[in-house]
């Protein structure tokens, strides 16, 4: 790290982001939008800084992990902050971000990103991505990501079941319920043998269907312990106000660096930003 880069380093670690003032600073918005505790939002604002100072000083596209990136999208909703304070007083450089195109190009373009980002991580901080907020490249851009804005004062948010467990109870429910009525246990005529076993097919499919669903799903990588809630922080839920200015998010015409989302699933997917 040159004496420059390092000057600039300091000046970005030590840039504050929450106001003490404000009754929800920046950090306490971060961890509420995500459903994250403030000592996660913590550390994901640190890593995001980080980010920053990587994209600054890289010679290539660089791309954040999902946790860095919901950080960097609620920074840009402090436009006076991001554009201002940050990208011009501190960085003295544009970074911008912006949608992805969609497609497999697209994926394999910041797949690519992200891994050479962990690499730069590495070899300017000598240590390796704290796992939790910057998981493994498949993990990063597994495909069957599906992020929503939700409410949670209007719904509620359940993690879906193990996709053995569900089929496990329902057979075994099927299996006691039907023995009984075989038996007429219940008090009922006993079901006609095509229908036990048209049952009893239904649910081993239902099984194998899962196990087959799980092992994809161990194969694209999951999520990490990153204390994820499953939903996109946006302007929307985070009480941003307006300005007669405006930035293009798509455009690099002025210089600075360019940014974008790499999945198909939007933003969640991936975003970058840098590169000479």
Same mark, same amino acid.
């Given at each position: 790290?040159?004496?420059?880069?390092? @000057?600039?380093?300091?000046?970005?670690? @030590?840039?504050?982001?929450?106001?003490?003032?404000?009754?929800?600073?920046?950090?306490?918005?971060?961890?509420? @939008?995500?459903?994250?505790?403030?000592?996660?939002?913590?550390?994901?604002?640190?890593?995001?800084?980080?980010?920053?100072?990587?994209?600054?000083?890289?010679?290539?596209?660089?791309?954040?992990?999902?946790?860095?990136?919901?950080?960097?999208?609620?920074?840009?909703?402090?436009?006076?902050?991001?554009?201002?304070?940050?990208?011009?007083?501190?960085?003295?450089? @544009?970074?911008?971000?912006?949608?992805?195109?969609?497609?497999?190009?697209?994926?394999?373009?910041?797949?690519?990103?992200?891994?050479?980002?962990?690499?730069?991580?590495?070899?300017?901080?000598?240590?390796?991505?704290?796992?939790?907020?910057?998981?493994?490249?498949?993990?990063?851009?597994?495909?069957?990501?599906?992020?929503?804005?939700?409410?949670?004062?209007?719904?509620?948010?359940?993690?879906?079941?193990?996709?053995?467990?569900?089929?496990?109870?329902?057979?075994?429910?099927?299996?006691?319920?039907?023995? /009984?009525?075989?038996?007429?246990?219940?008090?009922?005529?006993?079901?006609?043998?095509?229908?036990?076993?048209?049952?009893?097919?239904?649910?081993?499919?239902?099984?194998?269907?899962?196990?087959?669903?799980?092992?994809?799903?161990?194969?694209?990588?999951?999520?990490?312990?990153?204390?994820?809630?499953?939903?996109?922080?946006?302007?929307?839920?985070?009480?941003?106000?307006?300005?007669?200015?405006?930035?293009?998010?798509?455009?690099? /015409?002025?210089?600075?660096?360019?940014?974008?989302?790499?999945?198909?699933?939007?933003?969640?997917?991936?975003?970058?930003?840098?590169?000479?």
């Amino acid at each position: 790290m040159t004496a420059a880069d390092a @000057e600039l380093w300091k000046r970005i670690s @030590e840039f504050p982001l929450d106001d003490p003032g404000s009754s929800m600073p920046f950090s306490r918005r971060l961890a509420k @939008e995500n459903g994250w505790s403030h000592d996660h939002a913590l550390r994901v604002i640190g890593e995001y800084k980080r980010f920053l100072f990587l994209v600054a000083t890289s010679g290539h596209f660089c791309t954040p992990s999902d946790a860095v990136d919901q950080a960097w999208h609620l920074h840009l909703c402090y436009t006076r902050s991001y554009w201002h304070d940050l990208c011009r007083d501190v960085i003295a450089r @544009e970074i911008h971000h912006g949608p992805t195109k969609g497609g497999a190009v697209e994926t394999a373009r910041y797949r690519d990103a992200y891994a050479a980002t962990l690499a730069r991580y590495r070899t300017i901080f000598e240590t390796d991505p704290d796992p939790e907020i910057w998981p493994p490249v498949d993990e990063r851009f597994r495909t069957n990501q599906q992020f929503r804005r939700i409410d949670l004062a209007q719904s509620w948010v359940v993690r879906r079941p193990n996709p053995i467990l569900v089929p496990g109870i329902l057979f075994g429910a099927m299996a006691a319920f039907l023995i /009984a009525c075989r038996d007429d246990h219940l008090g009922l005529t006993s079901l006609p043998e095509f229908g036990f076993l048209f049952l009893l097919g239904m649910v081993v499919f239902l099984m194998i269907l899962s196990i087959r669903r799980k092992c994809t799903d161990g194969r694209r990588g999951r999520r990490g312990g990153d204390g994820c809630s499953g939903f996109v922080s946006s302007c929307g839920t985070s009480g941003c106000g307006g300005s007669s200015s405006h930035h293009d998010n798509d455009s690099n /015409a002025d210089g600075g660096d360019s940014s974008g989302c790499g999945a198909d699933s939007g933003c969640g997917g991936g975003c970058g930003g840098g590169g000479d």
